[in-house]
């Protein structure tokens, strides 16, 4: 068994096989393997959930909203992947958003696979008396702007409403999946895990996957396997699929590649949760106070996450309000909100065979027809404004730092400008049933027309759900781990001879 990327749900995957199969399991990560955490071999910045590094990036930059500036696409070099260095915040969404996907797992199964990942993962949910001066001012203000306070963030069937974030932090260490899932079967001789090695491409012969092909230390290296699964991510994964000819033919050919199997959707539908950004300098009563906060302990950039309605019950947007350091280490406020539901669907494709050279990413963020994705954001900006007008916020403000932020009612131009987006690409290698229709992967999550080739992670995620998605990413590929370390049941021979 190849595990191809060792990421979040590489890292989850190989680990549920390795404990439910007699298999034997080689993980490919492009990045560093730094051992287990007890091991102490891992970068402090890595480890320090406080706020986000940028060591181990990827390095993919592309379109935003057409005719804005070029965003950089963050994405983990590392074992355990995007969770090793992103913000920690573990909302579950909404239950109905998961049925969507059309695999086989009731409201109880979800909600056990969400429970199970927050375990995994040692997710607790921050208290009241830990929260900075600005992220408790900024919980006030939502609740003064008529959104209630509860609890229920990891909670499926929760509606609008604001609080501590759940997070995966204990004692300040960003507990990644590469902790929570491999480092108990890391003594297992059946698990082996190669980094430092890129996958080039999968060799296929005719529906069977046969090798992968690898570079390491700038040597060719070849794996053979049973079984391959892609654990690459929402760009990582369609373009290892791209590259052994598994994709849209012609677009293939443009580049080189021999097509193997014409699948229309590889690298298409591509989305993530589109935001726009308040930013404001920290007043001198918010630097005060945060100088006495940071005086007992390390400051957070990320506590707090609302939830809100713009037009789509029960929710659709997120307001995650962060603190960062300006260049003279003063304080920036910022007050994003993101859209949950988002109808603009966007593209990757290869620039070239070059297995290090970076695809094209499009997003077309905004770009829906009926302008519903702008419409939210827009609710959302208004919603924002409130919140810097309210009582327990506006003392904490000083100047605005954006048009958006200026303006009463800014423009369609204002709003561009302000653009960003939530880190949560998915979509890439969707789950379906008619590869002709767009459709990757079965239910399974094995790639259609192939009979030993997978793919797990956030790629497959058909429609984003309305949450941070490194929770349901480590859910679902736990779900279809087990699925597929456990056989389908056999007819009962009894159960018939009764019937009969
Ligand atoms: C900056 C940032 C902040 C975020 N904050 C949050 C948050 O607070 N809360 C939250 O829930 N979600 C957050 N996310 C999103 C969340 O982390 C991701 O949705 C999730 O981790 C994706 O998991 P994945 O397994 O699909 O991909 P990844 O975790 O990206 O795993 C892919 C792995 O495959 C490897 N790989 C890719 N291509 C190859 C190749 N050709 N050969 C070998 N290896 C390869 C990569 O190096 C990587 O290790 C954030 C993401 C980022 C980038």
Known sequence: MAVLGGGTAGAVVAARLIELTPWSVTVIEAGPDYGA??????????????????????????????????LTFERARVIGGCSAHNGCSQTTGYGPDYHRWGLSWDDKQVAQAMRDAAAALRVRAYSDDELTPFQAAAMEAMVACGIPRTDDLDDLDGG??????????????????AFGFLDPVRAEPRLRVLDHAVVDHVELDGPTARRAHIRRHDRGVTVEAERFILCGGAYGSAEMLLRSGIGPASELAAVGIRPRLDLPGVGQNLHDHPTVELRFTASEELTRRLAEYGG??????????????????????????WTERDRDGGWIC???????????????????????????????????????DLAALRDGVDLCRRLVASKPLAPLLARPLNAVSADRSPDDKALRAAFGHYWHPVGTCAIGDDPAS????????????????????????????RATTNLPVVAVA?????????????????ENRACA
């Open 37 to 70: 955490f007890a091991a102490g071999g891992w970068p402090a910045d890595l480890l320090d959930a406080l706020t986000l590094p940028d060591t181990h990036d990827w390095g993919y930059r592309g379109a935003g909203v057409p005719g804005g500036a070029e």
């Open 160 to 177: 609008v409403g604001c609080g501590p974030s759940p997070v995966n932090n204990p004692d300040g260490v960003r507990w990644n999946t």
């Open 296 to 321: 007992t302990r390390p400051v957070p950039d990320e506590q707090v996450i609302g939830k809100a309605r713009a037009a789509t019950d029960p929710y659709d947007l997120h307001l995650f309000p």
């Open 478 to 494: 736990d779900h279809l781990a087990r699925a597929m370390a456990t056989p389908p049941p056999q007819p009962d021979p009894l």
């Open 438 to 465: 767009g459709a990757v992967v079965d239910t399974t999550g094995r790639v259609h027309g192939t009979d030993n080739l997978w793919v797990i992670d956030a790629s497959i995620v058909p429609t984003i759900p």
């Open 334 to 372: 910022v007050l994003p909100v993101a859209c949950l539901t988002p109808h603009s669907r966007g593209a990757l494709r290869l620039a070239s065979t070059d297995p290090t050279a970076k695809p094209f990413i499009d997003h077309r963020y905004l770009t829906d027809a009926e302008g519903a």
